[in-house]
């Protein structure tokens, strides 16, 4: 089937998931973090537990409980689509029963179903010791509304496939360069997250950090998914985490954005 350009003229506005993880952080703190997930979920939301799995499963199964959970979006893109968007942003966590809170970053990602309605696709997090600074604000939507529709089945798994390759190249180049992996496939607006340390911007700040903790990574993918205009995607998949000769199985997300015909790494989040 060929290509046709979308209709679509007018860049979709990336407050629209920013609005869509307002509410699901209202409802969270308003109902509970059970009811929170489950209004937002669909039959194919993954939760990292820390691993992937179902989020009506795992929220069905867990019981409510009082427990303070608050976040907001502070870093935000939405595709030329406009049926695909992430947002990233700090949350504060304190148990039932507790006066002790605890902080982290999340990131997640959305995507609209048949009815044109936001539902959380994959959520992730990692803790971290309380922020040190207050984060600025960063939403940004696509310059044109303008994109190739791909109607085709084929071609649309054959632009997953290309997604799925990059990530498997980065990967490789990760096991063979280290830290200098990031100067060749980290977007200039990269963010890292890491467990037990605040969120890092720039492959630099990334490399430094890597190196003087002396951690090598080794990635293997699992799955890929991208936006109908083909603009943003993630992948997530499992990461052999070595620090100081001894290895943990982690896993990964990677959101990837395309930049002049290429695939650069914007978002990476490694769940201990």
Request: net charge neutral.
């Amino acid at each position: 089937m060929t290509s046709t350009i979308s209709a679509q003229i007018q860049p979709p506005d990336v407050q629209s998931v920013v609005s869509a993880e307002n509410f699901f952080a209202s409802t969270t703190l308003e109902k509970g973090v059970r009811k929170g997930f489950l209004q937002v979920s669909d039959q194919n939301t993954l939760v990292f537990r820390p691993g992937p799995v179902s989020a009506r499963e795992f929220y069905s199964a867990a019981k409510e409980d009082s427990t303070y959970l608050h976040w907001y979006p502070t870093f935000a893109r939405i595709a030329q689509s406009g049926d695909w968007g992430f947002t990233s942003g700090p949350y504060v966590v304190r148990p039932a029963g507790s006066t002790e809170e605890g902080y982290g970053q999340y990131l997640s990602v959305w995507k609209k179903n048949a009815r044109g309605v936001w539902k959380l696709a994959m959520d992730i997090g990692v803790s971290h010791p309380k922020p040190s600074a207050e984060p600025e604000l960063d939403y940004a939507s696509p310059a044109t509304g303008k994109y190739f529709k791909q109607r085709s089945d084929n071609r649309l798994q054959q632009r997953k496939d290309i997604v799925a390759t990059t990530d498997e190249l980065m990967g490789t180049a990760q096991r063979v360069s280290g830290s200098k992996a990031y100067q060749e496939y980290a977007s200039p607006e990269f963010h890292f997250l890491f467990p037990g340390s605040e969120p890092l911007i720039g492959s630099r700040q990334v490399e430094e950090f890597l190196d003087k903790g002396g951690i090598r990574i080794n990635t293997t993918h699992t799955a890929v998914d991208r936006a109908f205009s083909g603009d943003l995607a993630y992948t997530y998949g499992t990461a052999h985490v070595t620090r100081k000769s001894k290895t943990d199985v982690w896993h990964y997300v990677r959101v990837w954005e395309l930049r002049d015909g290429k695939w650069y790494v914007l978002f990476e989040v490694f769940s201990a």
